[in-house]
């Protein structure tokens, strides 16, 4: 080749490596302005999430992105390959960045403590580096060892208490703790490639500034990821963690008794969170405070509920965030010691009936919770909500059901002793009846005619009590009822007139007619002049009441005894159900009676209801639907000689009217 031709050779081959490297600067020119830029949008969104809540972590956190912002700043001011750097800028650039190591030490305290001798060794270590780092302009590069081994020995000692407390932790913490460690561990990368630049006298290559500013955002990215993680990003965290505790929530029995089931519960929300602790706190009424379920407040003698965080949360019904909960509620700092609780998160639990207890979750460290967990520890609540709203519908299924066969078994008893004991019952009433009209035609037998007339009395009482067990046997099975237009008035006063009370006098009132089982609704009037007469004070009078409209014919008994409490105006009407009077002063029956009127007034078509006398007493009212109304029995149509009172056909005279005796 001739000389012309390689000189013009020579001259493009160099000329295309200084374009190259002119390109080659651009581009990291490009990557570390970009990464000063984005330290200092970092440092931005930190001090405003600062400003906002002014807590430690927060403030921790401001502190160790100012120092990236200042070095930042100081970067752009020097230029992106540091053309313009001057002594000074160099030595500020070192001290600020000798200083992120002590400020992580204080990150990794907000998240798990750090001992105060590990803190003393790293200031102790930073002040020894700083003399160093300023004698390097000086010519002294070979003592760079010993701040590289300050540096990088507290950034390793704090990437593994981060590794650490990340495995040890779960949920929303972990994620958390996982960025931290990258970060630290970049931070590292990104120290050493310093080291090695300043001791090797390395600098301007897109090899080593590019390389170097890309690892240490990559730092500061995963720093804010982890310390302050933005909004978005935290709230796909609580979602994950939200299914699990979900999860938890759908395979938890509801059947399960509420003491075994919260502590579950608490951990399987602790794990979600990555929370310390959890306690699950429901309202006491007995103790009047807030308690985890089965737990005294003798258990707990620093516990002062008055005071306490949870209490002020459960009362205003809005989740907040404590920070520094020992010095907000210091009457149960002790308390909080005691279980190393340094913030709280709690959120009522509220049902459709009210507020049921509150969620709290604890933490010995400041930076664990932030307010940004508030909504996420609602929805838990919210949850809660309905898992004891499950819990409760399934605990009253069960007792329906228990109540269910427990009364099952009760009448399948009482229906087997009635069945059996009917045909002896019968025998001896039978005999009784014998024997009475046998000693009624012998002279001088008054006194055995009273005993036998008692026994015969309370033979027909027990008889009514049997039949009635198995009546009660049959309704369950139902019946078809064969209704004919009937008179009620006469059904009842012809009822009355079988009956066998002494002791009152049943007076009869108005006219009703009804399409009726004469049979069964002689049952009805039966027993709830019985039921009067029981409750009703001796020679007192019980009144039956008969009126019709065109849609209604009523019924009823109205008597003057000690009343039907308000609570149990409906209740009474239950099987084997009998009323507060009954049990205080332990009268006779088993409670089927106004069951049986209930029962066969319904198959009627009708309603039968209690009402409470303002002046004393009970009414017991049976409507039926109205048939076409029939003219009423003339005046004095029925027997005179009957025990019952017609108003309508009074008798002449003053005439004492005839006693009936008790009902069982």
């Known amino acids: 080749m001739r000389p012309r031709a390689r000189f013009d050779t020579l001259r493009r081959q160099s000329s295309v490596k200084i374009h190259g490297a002119e390109g080659t600067l651009r581009i990291a020119e490009f990557l570390i302005t970009s990464t000063y830029a984005g330290f200092i949008v970092l440092f931005l969104l930190v001090a405003v999430r600062a400003i906002r809540s002014r807590g ?52 990794l305290d907000g998240f798990t403590p750090v001992s105060a001798r590990v803190f003393r060794i790293a200031i102790v270590g930073y002040a020894l580096s700083l003399p160093v780092v300023l004698a390097m302009s000086s010519g002294m590069r070979v003592l760079l060892l010993v701040p590289a081994l300050y540096f990088l020995g507290t950034l390793a000692y704090a990437a593994i208490g981060f590794a650490r407390f990340a495995g040890s932790t779960s949920g929303v913490t972990r994620h958390r703790m996982q960025a931290v460690g990258a970060g630290t561990l970049l931070l590292m990368v990104a120290g050493l490639i310093s080291v090695v630049a300043e001791f090797a006298k390395v600098r301007g290559g897109l090899s080593v500034e590019g390389i170097a500013s890309v690892v240490s955002f990559a730092t500061g990215v995963a720093y804010y990821v982890g310390i302050a993680p933005p909004a978005t990003l935290r709230r796909i965290w609580q979602y994950a963690a939200l299914t699990d505790v979900l999860r938890l929530l759908a395979v938890t029995p509801a059947s399960m008794p509420i003491e075994a089931s919260t502590p579950i519960l608490n951990r399987g929300i602790a794990a979600a969170f990555g929370a ?55 009457a149960n700092a002790a308390l909080y010691r005691r279980m190393s609780a340094y913030s709280v998160l709690v959120a009522p639990i509220r049902t459709a009936s009210g507020s049921v207890g509150v969620l709290t979750l604890f933490s010995s460290r400041a930076a664990l919770f932030s307010c ?83 026994l015969v009395e309370d033979g027909k009482r027990m008889q009514r009590l049997t039949e009635g067990l198995l009546e009660v046997s049959r309704l369950e099975h139902g019946f078809s009822a064969d209704l004919v237009l009937t008179d009620l008035r006469a059904l009842v006063m ?8 002494r002791d009152h006098r049943i007076v009869v009132d108005g006219h009703a007619s009804a399409m009726v089982d004469a049979e069964r609704f002689r049952q009805v009037v039966q027993n709830l002049v019985d039921n009067a007469v029981k409750f009703s004070p001796g020679r007192v009078a019980i009144s039956v009441q008969l009126e019709e409209d065109a849609e209604t014919a009523r019924v009823s008994v109205v008597d003057s005894g000690v009343g039907v409490a308000e609570d149990e105006v409906d209740s009474i009407f239950d099987r084997f159900q009998r009323g507060s009077a009954a049990t205080r002063g332990l009268m006779g ?37 109205a048939p076409t109304l029939v003219p009423p029995p003339p005046a004095g149509d029925f027997d005179p000689s009957t025990e019952a009172v017609d108003r309508d056909s009074p008798p002449a005279g003053d005439v004492a009217l005839p006693l009936l005796a008790p009902s069982p």
């Open 56 to 107: 430690r972590a927060n403030l921790d956190a401001l502190f160790f992105f100012s120092v990236l912002a200042a070095l930042s700043i100081v970067g752009l001011v020097e230029g992106p390959l540091r053309t313009g750097a001057t002594g000074a800028s160099e030595d500020l650039r070192r001290v600020l960045a000798l200083a992120l190591p002590v400020l992580l030490l204080r990150l």
């Open 276 to 330: 310390p602790h959890v306690a699950i706190m429901v309202w006491d009424e007995s103790q009047q405070a807030l308690v985890s379920p089965g737990e005294r407040l003798a258990l707990y003698p620093d516990y002062h509920p008055d005071t306490s965080l949870v209490t002020h949360v459960f009362q205003t019904q809005r989740a907040d965030y404590f920070e520094n909960a020992p010095s907000l509620d210091p």
């Open 372 to 454: 940004d967990d508030v909504p996420f520890v609602e929805t838990v609540a919210e949850q809660l909500a309905a898992f004891f709203v499950r819990h409760e519908l399934v605990q009253q299924a069960v007792a329906v059901e228990a109540q269910a066969e427990a009364m099952r078994l009760k009448e399948d008893f009482l229906a087997a002793a009635a069945h059996d004991l009917r045909t002896p019952l019968t025998g001896i009433l039978g005999r009784a009846q014998l024997l009475l009209r046998r000693a009624e035609r012998e002279p001088g037998s008054a006194r055995r005619i009273d005993d036998l007339r008692s």
């Open 494 to 501: 012809d009822t009355v007139h079988g009956s066998v009370h």
């Open 589 to 625: 029956g088993m409670g089927v009676g106004l069951y049986l009127c209930r029962r066969i007034v319904e198959e009627h078509g009708g309603t039968i209801r209690a009402e409470r006398r303002v002046e004393g007493g009970s009414r017991f009212v049976v409507e039926l639907p």
